[in-house]
């Protein structure tokens, strides 16, 4: 069984012909719809809107609380935590050699703080209800 190819050939070609174009009912040959108006375009050198906010009704926030400051015993764990991997990237990068007794007590340093701060943990669990959430 062979198929029509004539008709659908021609299928194709009345596709192609009218492409780009609506073919129009009876009932779609009444007037189209008039297009909407365009509004005011903007050119890029134009200032904003106003959005019609006065001084007296914007929010202001009050300014942020001092950030609070560690006690000298830890300050002194964190510098070892973060300060005597610091002071030994910068001489290997560096390409200095280092005492022993330097890079001992340096290693020491790390301990000694990263040990005090899990000990200084406060042990109570977190209430379960609270998000962290202040107001």
């Not at 779609?28 to 009704?57: H, I």
């Given at each position: 069984?062979?198929?029509?190819?004539?008709?659908?050939?021609?299928?194709?070609?009345?596709?192609?012909?009218?492409?780009?174009?609506?073919?129009?009912?009876?009932?779609?040959?009444?007037?189209?719809?008039?297009?909407?108006?365009?509004?005011?375009?903007?050119?890029?050198?134009?200032?904003?809107?106003?959005?019609?906010?006065?001084?007296?009704?914007?929010?202001?926030?009050?300014?942020?609380?001092?950030?609070?400051?560690?006690?000298?015993?830890?300050?002194?764990?964190?510098?070892?935590?973060?300060?005597?991997?610091?002071?030994?990237?910068?001489?290997?990068?560096?390409?200095?050699?280092?005492?022993?007794?330097v890079g001992?007590?340096?290693?020491?340093?790390?301990?000694?703080?990263?040990?005090?701060?899990?000990?200084?943990?406060?042990?109570?669990?977190?209430?379960?209800?609270?998000?962290?959430?202040?107001?």
């Amino acid at each position: 069984m062979q198929r029509e190819q004539p008709d659908e050939d021609a299928a194709w070609q009345a596709i192609v012909d009218n492409y780009g174009e609506r073919v129009l009912e009876p009932e779609d040959q009444a007037e189209p719809a008039a297009a909407p108006e365009p509004g005011p375009v903007r050119q890029p050198d134009d200032e904003p809107p106003e959005l019609g906010y006065d001084d007296e009704d914007s929010f202001v926030p009050p300014p942020p609380p001092p950030l609070p400051r560690p006690t000298p015993d830890r300050l002194l764990a964190w510098l070892g935590v973060f300060g005597s991997p610091a002071v030994l990237l910068v001489f290997v990068v560096a390409g200095v050699g280092i005492p022993s007794l330097v890079g001992w007590a340096l290693v020491g340093a790390f301990l000694v703080g990263f040990g005090y701060l899990v000990l200084t943990m406060p042990s109570d669990p977190r209430d379960p209800w609270d998000d962290g959430a202040v107001l």
